[in-house]
């Protein structure tokens, strides 16, 4: 069985630090592992992915994210947060495996910049 | 252009009482998934559906029927509705291939309270 877990609530940061939310993950196989945005009242937004290839992908706003298959994590990452990034994040796996398995998605870390 | 909507974006609603939501995309995918999120923000995938036919049911009640008239749509009927079934209720898109590598696109939710 599939799982992700997001082991933080809540990050804060500061403007302009480098910000980090952590994500690990559970599959039997290979995964595809995903990065969302979800901002209040809205949709999640998707952010970035990893296939396969480079372990370091990089998405929108300037964010990026490393695979590392040893630690089965996934954390998403970006050098100098703005205030504007302060939203719930979302991690989420899918086990390449199966075409017909579905994404299951983590708890969600609220990640708050202050000025 | 509203890649992925939803309507309505709001439902209030008696406990007992059917009512559906819709959701239609215009993004051209095969695929389309109804969600759940609860007041934690958790997520959880409640059907899928690839060309019109049910590919995911997850453990839901049977009062939750979804309907795929074509592939550009996704609705939801909930009979017999219950206080527990307030909640967000999001749609997503996507487009099959890659054995399930393709991100979702989101609508922006309908948030239904059940007094």
């Known amino acids: 069985a599939q799982s992700v877990a997001q082991p933080e609530d809540q990050v804060n940061v500061a403007e302009g630090n480098p910000l980090t939310v952590k994500c690990t993950y559970s599959?039997?196989?290979?995964?595809?592992l995903f990065w969302y945005v979800q901002y209040p009242n809205r949709g999640l937004q998707f952010l970035l992915k990893?296939?396969?290839?480079?372990?370091l992908v990089k998405g929108s706003y300037g964010f990026e994210a490393e695979f590392n298959k040893s630690q089965t994590s996934f954390h998403l990452k970006k050098p100098s947060a703005l205030v504007s990034d302060s939203a719930l994040y979302f991690c989420?796996?899918?086990?390449?495996?199966?075409?017909?398995?579905?994404?299951?998605f983590g708890s969600g870390t609220r990640l708050s910049i202050r000025p | 252009d509203t890649a992925v909507s939803q309507t309505p974006k709001y439902l209030v609603t008696q406990m007992g009482n059917d009512k559906s939501i819709k959701c239609e995309q215009n993004?051209?995918?095969?695929?389309m998934y109804w969600y759940k999120q609860d007041s934690k923000k958790f997520l959880k995938i409640m059907f899928s559906y690839n060309n019109k036919e049910l590919i995911i049911n997850e453990t839901v009640p049977n009062r939750f029927s979804p309907k795929s008239p074509d592939k550009a749509h996704l609705n939801l009927h909930i009979n017999s509705l219950e206080l527990g079934d307030s909640a967000v209720y999001f749609c997503?898109?996507?487009?099959?291939?890659?054995?399930?590598?393709?991100?979702?696109?989101f609508g922006p939710g309908t948030r239904l309270t059940v007094l």
């Open positions: 993004l051209g995918h095969d695929t």
């Open positions: 599959v039997s196989g290979n995964p595809y």
């Open positions: 989420a796996v899918r086990d390449r495996a199966s075409s017909a398995s579905k994404i299951i």
């Open positions: 990893y296939i396969t290839g480079d372990n």
């Open positions: 997503a898109s996507s487009q099959s291939g890659l054995a399930g590598s393709n991100e979702q696109f």
